[in-house]
C-alpha cells in the first residue's frame, strides 16, 4: 500500500491567516493526489482533483499544488467556515489510501 | 443533481454479515465515466476505502477487507450493495459511499453515511 503522511495533524490559525498542508507518499504517484474537506458528522466534501484541479463550486482561495510525492492544500484567507478536518488521498493504485487528517481549528 | 443514499442495519452482532445499499437518485448508475465506491470511517477516525464497482459489475477491493468483502451492483433499482462478512468490533464505524470519476479516480458526490456499531 502507498503510505500517506500528512500534516501537521492539527493547525490552530485565525481568519484571514493563510494556512499550508502537506501530505507525503511513500511512493510517486504523479498528480493522482485529492484533497477533502469534512465537517463534524457530515460526508467528506471535494476541494482538489489530480493535485491542483479546483472542484466546481469550490471557493477560489483553497488550491493545490504538487506532484510525485510532495503535495500542498493551501487556503490564502481563512473563512469561518474552513475550519474543519482535511485528508489527502492518493488515487494511483488500489487501496486508495487517505492520510491521517489534519483538524484546523480556531486560534 | 446526483444524490447517495445510504440505507441498512445501525446494529449487527458480532460474526455476522453487515449489509448496506447505496441508492442513487437524480442521476445515471451506468454512466461509463464513473465506479461508485464505499469507505468508511471508525469513530473519532479517518477514512479508510473499502473498494469500488463499475456498472458492468467489475470490482476493486482494499486487499485487507478482500476475503470477506462484496460489492455489487443492481442497474435497474440503481443500487450499489455492500456485504462484510464476519464483522467484529473493529468493523464499527460509518459507512459511506460515493461516485468515483473515472479518470483520477478522485470522489465528488458522497451518500451522507451510516452508522454501523458491532455489538452483540
Known amino acids: 500500500d502507498i503510505q500517506m503522511t500528512q500534516s501537521p495533524s492539527s493547525l490552530s490559525a485565525s481568519v484571514g491567516d493563510r494556512v499550508t498542508i502537506t501530505c507525503r507518499t511513500s511512493q510517486s504517484i504523479s498528480s493522482y493526489l485529492n484533497w477533502y474537506q469534512q465537517k463534524p458528522r457530515k460526508a467528506p466534501k471535494l476541494l482538489i482533483y489530480a493535485a491542483s484541479s479546483l472542484q466546481s463550486g469550490v471557493p477560489s482561495r483553497f488550491s493545490g499544488n504538487g506532484s510525485g510525492t510532495d503535495f500542498t492544500l493551501t487556503i490564502s484567507s481563512l473563512q469561518p467556515e474552513d475550519f474543519a478536518a482535511y485528508y489527502c488521498q492518493q488515487s494511483y493504485s488500489n487501496p486508495y489510501t487517505f492520510g491521517q487528517g489534519t483538524k484546523l481549528e480556531i486560534k | 443533481q446526483l444524490q447517495l443514499q445510504e440505507s441498512g442495519p445501525g446494529l449487527v452482532k458480532p460474526s455476522e454479515t453487515l449489509s448496506l445499499t447505496c441508492t442513487v437518485s437524480g442521476g445515471s448508475i451506468s454512466g461509463s465515466t464513473y465506479y461508485w465506491g464505499w469507505i468508511r470511517q471508525p469513530p473519532g477516525k479517518g477514512l479508510e476505502w473499502i473498494g469500488r464497482?463499475?456498472?458492468?459489475?467489475?470490482?476493486y477491493y482494499n486487499p485487507s477487507l478482500k476475503s470477506r468483502v462484496t460489492i455489487s451492483v443492481d442497474t435497474s433499482k440503481k443500487q450499489v450493495s455492500l456485504k462484510l462478512r464476519s464483522v467484529t468490533a473493529a468493523d464499527t464505524a460509518v459507512y459511506f459511499c460515493a461516485r468515483i470519476y473515472g479518470n483520477h479516480f478522485y470522489m465528488d458526490v458522497w451518500g451522507e453515511g451510516t452508522t454501523v456499531t458491532v455489538s452483540s
Open positions: 464497482i463499475y456498472y458492468s459489475g467489475s470490482t
